[in-house]
């Protein structure tokens, strides 16, 4: 089997494309080390679905670690801050979480050096996201850099990769893939605002860009939204 | 009073390096948010310190944040591995803990966006230190730069620097600016293996820096230690 040995760790969130990147992540014969946070979001019905996709996946291991960005605030993912609806415009919207890939990345990287992974895989993607600035390809590569001057790891040789396999792909090609790939996404769960028992509300940035993914890939969409299309 | 709008986010351990750090941005007129993060260390008497300082240098303000570093272990520090002894060696020693400027900075870029603040004050050495890889003034550069990538703040036109005041210094010169700056040490800890009541051990890495600064300095050291010198 071709790279049999690379240890890669892989940040899960639960959602459509941090599931997508790991069964690529799978597929290229990856020995995977999941890496969720439980950072105060108001959507922490993601992490029961990181859970069960990492199983489903077959991932080495699954690590959920508490991390309170709530603390901080300044986000309507961690705050009080109502979650807008019906909404994809140009700014950056208030459920930009100040920071999050790059405390995300810089602890992955922890993980990484702990766990002798060489790669970190991420689903960011440039194409149909919410316009946060810690998904463009200019950070991910300056994060690369820095990582590699932070470790221990690193000085003594063994380079650390960013994996963006997503990175240039709209959410219709990233379905497409995954399906492709065998992946159940009723799994999944990308809403920013469901409710109670965990049902999508159908109208926030990621359930707009979901729901739009779907039907451009022309795949039935699984998701229970409480708010019909 | 010159530069008095200036906010700023000061990463404060309790220890010494750290408290001068924290003189430093006061004595120019910062307006200082200290930051200080609970990750397991097993010198949790440093948090104690670090309350003590920020209240007697005047900062603004002080929030601790809990960090589960200890989840993925590999560290003296965080782990059951011992603290070394009168080791004072070239290579980086077991005490270094995986990517933890990394994950501080990272953190503390999203404290700083979301209070405001323009600049993070770091109190990192490259001269009498342990040798860790993520207090070269190389990665405290690339983290900047990758800084501002990655936040809201940083795309609309707040650029955020990292401010290492310390990093060419020896410890005693740090030693001697402090006290120039009104510090009491006795405040401080720098130990990373305390007794119970929280004593300085006297011989681990830290010490051993912290010593030798003191007796450079020709200052007299109100450390109490369990070993004597």
Chains 1, 2 share one sequence.
Not at 16 to 39: E, G, K, P, V
Not at 160 to 173: G, Q
Request: charged share 15%; hydrophobic share 40%; proline share 6%.
């Amino acid at each position: 089997m071709p790279n049999s040995q690379i240890n890669a760790a892989v940040l899960l969130s639960g959602g459509l494309d941090s599931a997508t990147t790991l069964a690529i992540a799978m597929s290229q014969h990856r020995r995977c080390h999941c890496l969720s946070f439980d950072y105060g979001q108001r959507h922490r019905h993601e992490l029961v679905a990181a859970t069960k996709i990492a199983h489903a996946l077959g991932a080495d291991s699954h690590l959920t670690i508490p991390i309170d960005l709530a603390a901080f605030g300044g986000s309507a993912l961690t705050d009080t801050i109502p979650v807008p609806k019906e909404n994809l415009g140009d700014d950056i919207p208030v459920t930009y979480v100040p920071a999050r890939n790059l405390v995300f990345l810089s602890l992955a990287t922890a993980f990484a050096e702990v766990s002798g992974a060489s790669e970190i895989w991420l689903g960011v993607t440039a194409v149909d996201y919410s316009g946060y600035p810690d998904c463009r390809p200019e950070f991910i590569a300056a994060f690369e850099h820095t990582a590699n001057l932070a470790t221990k790891a690193a000085v003594e040789g063994s380079a650390l990769s960013i994996c963006t396999p997503l990175i240039d792909l709209s959410k219709a090609e990233i379905i497409r893939r995954g399906t492709d790939l065998g992946i159940d996404y009723s799994m999944t769960h990308s809403c920013y605002d469901p409710d109670a028992v965990g049902r999508a509300c159908g109208g926030c940035d990621s359930c707009l860009l979901r729901r739009a993914g779907f039907e451009a890939a022309g795949i039935p969409d699984p998701t229970l939204y409480a708010l019909p299309a």
